[in-house]
């Protein structure tokens, strides 16, 4: 038997109306974002998560609504690897901050932190994945970006080269698994306005 608009609506209404004790917000928004986006899939736990929450999925349709008015009022894109890029976001997932640390990926996947060992300290290297939508754009425009820790220090900043790489010297003296657990674990890479 299939189900009618009425039917879907109120199954919503009760999906988003229920009380679960104890509830709290299960995904970041970045994760939600990106679901949305079609850039990452939800895994099986992360859906579970989402369907068990509903202040989860009240924020997932909170995201979802801005998302569809945002689509309504902006303008197209010049080409299709031109695609307008706010920001990326990740986390730290390891365990342990005595952990050695080689890289952070963020959430969207279009970035890599490298971590190389550099005497007594480390180079950090931003790289570019090349599938990334706005890759074209960023490397013919030479956009300044800077990465950031969850407290909001600037970790690097700098151009991508031709390669769709920013190199700097680790700006901290703890190491950088070390750094990041004292900063919620968290990470931003965004563009700096001109």
């Not at 995904?27 to 579970?48: C, I, S, V």
Request: aromatic content about 6%; proline content about 7%.
């Amino acid at each position: 038997m299939n189900s009618t608009p009425i039917d879907d609506k109120l199954h919503q209404r009760l999906l988003l109306a229920r009380a679960v004790p104890g509830d709290r917000l299960m995904l970041g928004d970045d994760t939600l974002q990106a679901a949305l986006a079609g850039t990452r899939a939800l895994t099986p736990n992360e859906r579970a998560a989402l369907q068990q929450s509903p202040l989860t999925l009240r924020r997932f349709r909170h995201l979802a609504l801005q998302r569809h008015a945002a689509s309504q009022s902006a303008p197209a894109p010049t080409a299709a690897n031109d695609a307008l890029w706010p920001g990326s976001g990740g986390m730290l997932r390891a365990a342990s901050s005595s952990a050695v640390l080689d890289e952070l990926i963020t959430d969207d996947r279009y970035w890599t932190l490298h971590f190389l060992p550099n005497d007594d300290s480390w180079q950090v290297v931003l790289t570019l994945a090349p599938n990334a939508p706005f890759a074209a754009r960023l490397l013919r425009e030479q956009a300044m970006l800077r990465v950031v820790d969850g407290g909001g220090a600037i970790i690097l900043q700098g151009r991508l080269d031709a390669d769709g790489e920013c190199e700097r010297a680790w700006p901290f003296d703890t190491a950088p698994a070390s750094h990041f657990h004292l900063y919620g674990a968290s990470f931003a890479v965004e563009p700096v306005a001109p």
